[in-house]
Nanobody
Framework: QVQLVESGGDLVQPGGSLRLSCAAS????????MGWYRQAPGKQRELVAL???????NYADSVKGRFTISRDNAKKTLYLQMNSLKSEDTAVYYC?????????WGQGTQVTVSS
């Protein structure tokens, strides 16, 4: 069974940093277009960052300059380095993998930014 498992979510103070990880299993990770999304309470799920198979990245305006998405194809792992965190970054963060008609999601990891 294909799995995407996120980790690294935590409670952090404003201005702090976190690194999220998404470990994939039973997929050919390197051919998948990967992304991070987030959903805050009462809001729709939104795109945070994308990375294609060649390493080209794209970010939501709200996180540009603060977040960095990366991938390690050998480890089948996707990362999201989050710096200068703000209270509005509080959300459940989801990992997504897409290839053709395959659209895979992890279970999410909670990030809470609060003093």
């Amino acid at each position: 069974q294909v799995q995407l498992v996120e980790s690294g979510g935590d409670l952090v103070q404003p201005g702090g940093s976190l690194r999220l990880s998404c470990a994939a299993s039973r997929i050919v990770f390197s051919i998948y277009f990967m992304g991070w999304y987030r959903q805050a309470p009462g809001k729709q799920r939104e795109l945070v960052a994308l990375i294609d198979t060649g390493g080209v990245t794209n970010y939501a305006d709200s996180v540009k300059g603060r977040f960095t998405i990366s991938r390690d194809n050998a480890k089948k792992t996707l990362y999201l380095q989050m710096n200068s965190l703000k209270s509005e970054d509080t959300a459940v963060y989801y990992c997504n993998a897409r290839w053709g008609s395959n659209d895979l999601w992890g279970q999410g990891t909670q990030v809470t930014v609060s003093s």
